[in-house]
């Protein structure tokens, strides 16, 4: 079955940036979604389509694509932001979903 | 306001069944491709299941095949998965979500889950 792999953890120190990575073979094709989960919450789209950030995402979240990885760029890290992230894609006949593993993500 | 409502969770023995249902608000619901998603106690976000808007597709992670369905009732707004022949491994929160009109795997809503636990 299709993967997606992302590294366990992430630390930055406040106002550092983090770069969270997430690499699969479909990624070429498909787009990628990325999701912050905070302990007890259900997940929250922070980009879409690879590079997309949705309304009422701050600006210091960006996303970036280069042929079989995608990359969550956060700059300017606040403590707010530590959290779970997870890339979300689809395989390559685009029927079937996929999630990372998770990384965590934390603000020293 | 889009509103996605989890329910049916439960604590149900190994071999056992249960039917989960998420009751969906604030959109056409029969113009949205739907999914379950899953989360095991500490662990990552798996998806489980999509359903097409007309029933006409669903798809499944290998892991459930054979002992899930999922099924949507568009006059009432409504979306099921029928969990069957349940293991201890399928113990999760379980997340009702929408997919995007421009893509079903575009997760743009999602509930707040209901709890299933299996245990003896």
């Known amino acids: 079955s299709y993967e997606l792999t992302q590294p366990p953890s992430v630390s930055v120190s406040p106002g550092q940036t983090a770069r969270i990575s997430c690499s699969g073979d479909a990624l070429p094709k498909q787009y990628a979604y990325w999701f912050q989960q905070k302990p007890g919450q259900a997940p929250v789209l922070v980009i879409y389509k690879d590079t997309e950030r949705p309304s009422g995402i701050p600006e210091r979240f960006s996303g970036s694509s280069s042929g079989t990885a995608v990359t969550l760029t956060i700059s300017g890290v606040q403590a707010e932001d530590e959290a779970d992230y997870y890339c979300?894609?689809?395989?390559?006949?685009?029927?079937?979903?996929?999630f990372g593993g998770g990384t965590k993500l934390t603000v020293l | 306001e889009v509103q996605l409502v989890e329910s049916g969770g439960d604590l149900v023995q190994p071999g056992g069944s249960l039917r989960l249902s998420c009751a969906a608000s604030g959109f056409t619901f029969s113009t949205y491709w739907m999914s379950w998603v899953r989360q095991a106690p500490g662990k990552g976000l798996e998806w489980v299941a999509n359903i097409k808007e007309d029933e006409s597709e669903k798809y499944y992670v290998d892991s459930v095949k054979g002992r899930f369905t999922i099924s949507r009732d568009n006059a009432k707004n409504s979306l099921y998965l029928q969990m069957n022949s349940l293991r201890a491994e399928d113990t999760a929160v379980y997340y009702c979500v929408r997919g995007h009109r421009t893509s079903w795997f575009y997760f743009d809503y999602w509930g707040q889950g209901t709890l299933v636990t299996v245990s003896s």
């Open positions: 979300q894609s689809a395989d390559n006949s685009g029927a079937y979903g996929v």
